[in-house]
């Protein structure tokens, strides 16, 4: 598995569904279509999206703290 850190390349809004789909071995279409799906389920999705989007390190910056 590789570091949890969000693209700089094929994210379109924060790379949060980018980054977790690279983290877990599936394709970016395939997390945003779970992510959609889960945003039906009552929850806090939008919440933890924002707080994954603030925590997650971009990957240009992720590449210069190692």
């Known amino acids: 598995m590789t570091a949890l850190a969000r693209p700089t ?3 379109v809004i924060g790379g949060v569904c980018a980054a977790l789909a690279r ?3 599936t ?3 395939t997390m ?3 992510f959609l799906l889960s ?3 009552p ?3 939008f919440l933890l999206y924002m707080a ?3 925590l997650l390190p971009s990957e ?3 590449r210069t703290a190692w």
């Open 52 to 54: 994954l989007w603030i």
């Open 60 to 62: 240009d910056k992720a």
């Open 32 to 34: 945003r279509v779970i």
């Open 9 to 11: 390349h094929g994210r």
């Open 39 to 41: 945003c039906l389920l």
């Open 43 to 45: 929850g806090p999705q």
């Open 27 to 29: 394709s970016a279409t």
């Open 23 to 25: 983290r877990f071995g």
